[in-house]
């Protein structure tokens, strides 16, 4: 079936330099596609979405970049800070009510 | 405003006993959504309400039941819990009827199935 994998597992990052997670989808009717961050014993809190007309969008201290060509995503955070330690999720939308959820990547803030 | 908020944060059943998971809106949203998050995995959409008085299953319905009470609330039911329904449970609610908007998230409830 369709699904959303993200490349690596975890990724640990200096403090203060930009995290870039990576994301590959497999159903190119995939429409709509967003970024989540779970920090521990929490709910998902939204990032950042792009449509699949577009090709980047930013937000504050985060930019997403959608391939289609190659079916990726990536999700990178400038300037990271220990409080972008969390679990991300990326997540596609095929056009129905549901999301596709990846599994995430841990992010680990290293001082 | 309070967001989205569930009832209970944590709860152990015995295989066989059923429950009832609550969740609650302020946002005066549309859409209600309840999904199920298995360790190390991403969420998994169990059954939504795209508006008051409609609901329709999601990727893993089974074993399960929702009811959209009003427009602040969307309750999910297990009528006789399995071990496999072991996992965490997150409500979340959308201003639109439309995937392609923000969802809010609730904190989760944390069963435990014996």
């Known amino acids: 079936g369709e699904s959303v994998g993200l490349h690596l597992p975890t990724l640990s990052v200096q403090e203060g330099d930009n995290s870039i997670i990576n994301c590959a989808y497999s159903?190119?009717?995939?429409?709509?596609f967003i970024w989540y961050k779970q920090e521990s014993g929490k709910g998902p809190q939204f990032i950042i979405d792009?449509?699949?007309n577009m090709d980047k969008r930013q937000g504050q201290r985060v930019t997403v970049l959608l391939n289609k060509t190659v079916k990726h995503l990536s999700l990178q955070i400038a300037a990271t800070q220990p409080g972008d330690s969390a679990v991300y999720f990326c997540?596609?939308?095929?056009?129905?009510?549901?999301?596709?959820w990846g599994a995430g990547t841990k992010l680990i803030i290293k001082p | 405003n309070a967001g989205v908020t569930q009832t209970p944060k944590f709860q152990v059943l015995k295989t066989g006993q059923s429950m009832t998971l609550q969740c609650a809106q302020d946002?005066?949203?549309?859409?209600m959504y309840w999904y199920r998050q298995d360790p190390g995995m991403g969420l998994r959409l169990i059954y939504y309400?795209?508006?008051?008085?409609?609901?329709d299953k999601g990727e893993v319905p089974n074993g399960y039941n929702v009811s959209r009470l009003n427009k602040r609330e969307f309750s999910l039911r297990l009528e006789s819990a399995a071990p496999s329904q072991t996992s965490v449970y997150f409500c979340?609610?959308?201003?639109?009827?439309?995937?392609?908007?923000?969802?809010?998230f609730g904190p989760g409830t944390r069963l435990t199935v014996l």
């Open positions: 979340a609610s959308g201003a639109s009827g439309r995937i392609d908007n923000e969802q809010f």
């Open positions: 946002m005066n949203h549309n859409s």
């Open positions: 309400s795209a508006s008051e008085g409609t609901t």
């Open positions: 159903n190119s009717a995939s429409d709509y």
């Open positions: 792009i449509r699949s």
């Open positions: 997540a596609e939308n095929m056009g129905n009510y549901q999301l596709i």
